[in-house]
């Protein structure tokens, strides 16, 4: 006999996926040269999907829909789990990890602008506000980075695929709450999206010509692994459980935080100098925080 199920509250599932995604930055630079993107991103979401389709079936929730809805766990997949780390994985063999970060701190006026276009939901000032404060706190935080970069082609096309990534991840969030509005729980949602998202990236793998293969090498296979479990399958059950209960644009504010957590992670890995810009730049960053979660 189990006992009651213990729902998180809203600041803890923030925190989990903050925390998570936080720590994958570092687990994707081990991805990246010992094989191909697209082959990386397919096994990472092959391994999460068929983990959740094991696990719904052990906890009895339903895997068997409708066409029509798997046409919304396809459309799921190809933006949330497919174009939006393929661009991502890309994006970071161009930029410095400033500008990936400061492209993903305009997530929740990306997704504030999205919901009201597809659902009419309006952009609250608290919204907008945290959001710019989130950016001006990110700017803040990778400025000397950023003061080194210089106009050039790489540059551009690394630019282009940041915000092509938060756009598709945007895009994502529409058929997440349309899944939901059809009655589909967040691990279906994610065991069938991450089924058709790792599809595409298979896809896309074979297109690109570089092959589908994968390194055995010890560090890209614990790395997958992590990113699998725990950047995967745990983060996204955080953060999809927020978008039913915050929205998006309020959702898309662990995109501004998690480069904080990143930064944090970074001073006890590898060093990261913590300097004036730092410290003030995360005390925005928080600031913002408080305004998107504690302001409707």
């Known amino acids: 006999m189990t006992g009651p199920i213990v729902r998180p509250t809203t600041p803890r599932l923030f925190a989990a996926a903050t925390a998570i995604w936080g720590t994958t930055w ?105 959001g710019l404060l989130g950016m001006a706190g990110i700017a803040l935080v990778f400025w000397p980075e950023l003061r080194r970069v210089r106009a050039e082609g790489g540059v551009l096309v690394g630019a282009l ?38 599809a595409g990236s298979t896809l896309a793998a074979l297109a690109t010509g570089q092959g589908f293969h994968f390194s055995p090498v010890p560090s890209y296979l614990a790395s997958l692994l992590y990113l699998a479990v725990f950047g995967s399958i745990l983060a996204f059950a955080a953060y999809l459980t927020l978008l039913e209960r915050v929205g998006a644009a309020r959702a898309g504010y662990v995109g501004v935080m998690t480069p904080v957590v990143a930064l944090v992670v970074s001073g006890f890995v590898e060093g990261f100098p913590w300097g004036l810009t730092t410290v003030a730049g995360v005390a925005v960053v928080v600031a913002g925080n408080l305004v998107v979660l504690r302001f409707r």
């Open 26 to 130: 570092i687990a994707i630079t081990f991805q990246l040269g010992p094989a191909p993107p697209e082959a990386s991103v397919a096994l990472r979401f092959a391994i999460a999907s068929a983990l959740l389709l094991g696990w719904c079936r052990l906890r009895g929730h339903p895997l068997r829909f409708p066409a029509r809805v798997h046409v919304e766990f396809a459309l799921l997949g190809l933006f949330m789990f497919c174009l939006s780390y393929l661009a991502v994985y890309r994006a970071e063999t161009f930029l410095v990890s400033g500008l990936v970060a400061l492209g993903y701190s305009a997530s929740p006026l990306v997704n504030a602008a999205i919901s009201r276009v597809a659902f009419g939901t309006p952009a609250t000032r608290g919204v907008v506000a945290g």
């Open 161 to 198: 695929l940041v915000a092509a990534a938060v756009l598709a991840s945007g895009v994502g969030n529409v058929f997440a709450t349309r899944l939901e509005r059809l009655g589909v729980n967040v691990w279906q949602k994610m065991a069938w999206g991450m089924a058709w998202g790792a």
